[in-house]
Each structure stands twice: as structure tokens, then as C-alpha cells.
T-cell receptor, first 116, second 109 residues
């Protein structure tokens, strides 16, 4: 069976510090991978998605970036955090097919980021 | 632009009191509608996918239905452990899922 891991689970960082959140998927090959941010009481906002190694699409302009160095590894980064970057960050995967957006996505446990 | 509206925002039920959650959507060419359950501080847990009007899916006390404009998540004889936020999402012409803001369900013992 497939499992998805995220770490760290919680993170408190000062404004202006760098960020690195990691997501890994087990039990599947060539998955589509996604980063979302969820603000309190609001829906999920898609930040990045990837259909393969080194292939990243950005949905929202911001000071965040994403990378996919390995097939089942997805990293969310920032060089300098802003207060507005606080939130709940979720990684998700879906089976890799041509019409990936029509498949259900499976979410990781999330990372709670607080920027002070 | 795809849009999803969920209602009510919050719902309190007594244990055993059946009810329905609504997900209204506007999408250019529906490719799929998804229901998730989210517990506080955790990632969403996939429940159902519906692809066409008239389709129904069931899991334990939950039943999801789909029309051309909305989806309902029916909860029959809920228990306190059904308390969670239920999220609806649609896949349309955009290469992403559009999520609603969710319905926070509380089932009182």
C-alpha cells in the first residue's frame, strides 16, 4: 500500500529565515505530487505540482519554491520567510496518468508552520 | 473559473440525527467531484469520487450523491466519531482540484 510522509510536523521560524519542508511517497512509482497551503477556516490553495523529476509548475506567485530531486520526493523551500507564510502545508500525491487532475489525491499528515 | 461552495459552514447534530451536507459547484466540464474528511491538525482523508450525475457512493454511515449542479453527503445515524470537517473538491478544465471551505460537523453524544 502507498504511504506519504511529511516532516517536520510542526515548525516555528523567525521572519527572514529559510525554509525546507520535505515530502516522500512510498509504494508507488512516478506519482504526481502537489503542495497545498491551508489557512484557518479556508479551503486548500494549490501552490505547486509536479508530474515528474525536475518538472515543477507553480500556481501562485510567492516567495516559495519547490523541487523534485527524486521520483518520490518533493521539497518546498523559501530563502526568506514572511509572516504571511504561516499556515498548514500539505503534500499530496495522485497516480501518474495523462489526466492526473481527474484522479483522487491522497494527502500527507501536514506541517504546521508558524512564522514569528 | 471553477467554484465550489459548501453549506452549512458548521453543523451540530445529536448522535443518531441524520442530515446532509451540500456542495454546490460551477465548473467548465466536470471531470470528477471528491469528498474528503479532515480531522483537526491532520491531512484530509479521501472518502469518495463521483464522476457523473446520478452516481452514488456509500461508506458506512456516509452516502455521497451527485447532480449536475451539486453534491450531497448524507450522514445516517451519525456517531461522535463522525465529527470532522468535510471537504468537497472538483476537477474541471483547470489542471488542479478546486476545494470548498468545508463543513465542520460536530456530533454530540
Amino acid at each position: 500500500s502507498q504511504t506519504i510522509h511529511q516532516w517536520p510536523a510542526t515548525l516555528v521560524q523567525p521572519v527572514g529565515s529559510p525554509l525546507s519542508l520535505e515530502c516522500t511517497v512510498e509504494g508507488t512509482s512516478n506519482p504526481n505530487l502537489y503542495w497545498y497551503r491551508q489557512a484557518a477556516g479556508r479551503g486548500l490553495q494549490l501552490l505547486f505540482y509536479s508530474v515528474g523529476i525536475g518538472q515543477i509548475s507553480s500556481e501562485v506567485p510567492q516567495n516559495l519554491s519547490a523541487s523534485r530531486p527524486q521520483d518520490r520526493q518533493f521539497i518546498l523551500s523559501s530563502k526568506k520567510l514572511l509572516l504571511s507564510d504561516s499556515g498548514f502545508y500539505l503534500c499530496a500525491w495522485s497516480p501518474g496518468t495523462a489526466k492526473f487532475s481527474y484522479n483522487e489525491q491522497f494527502f500527507g499528515p501536514g506541517t504546521r508552520l508558524t512564522v514569528l | 473559473e471553477d467554484q465550489v461552495t459548501q453549506s452549512p459552514e458548521a453543523l451540530r447534530l445529536q448522535e443518531g440525527e441524520s442530515s446532509s451536507l451540500n456542495c454546490s459547484y460551477t465548473v467548465s466540464g466536470l471531470r470528477g467531484l471528491f469528498w474528503y474528511r479532515q480531522d483537526p491538525g491532520k491531512g484530509p482523508e479521501f472518502l469518495f469520487t463521483l464522476y457523473s450525475a446520478g452516481e452514488e457512493k456509500e461508506k458506512e454511515r456516509l452516502k455521497a450523491t451527485l447532480t449536475k449542479k451539486e453534491s450531497f453527503l448524507h450522514i445516517t445515524a451519525p456517531k461522535p466519531e463522525d465529527s470532522a470537517t468535510y471537504l468537497c473538491a472538483v476537477a474541471g478544465s483547470a489542471r488542479q482540484l478546486t476545494f470548498g471551505s468545508g463543513t465542520q460537523l460536530t456530533v454530540l453524544p
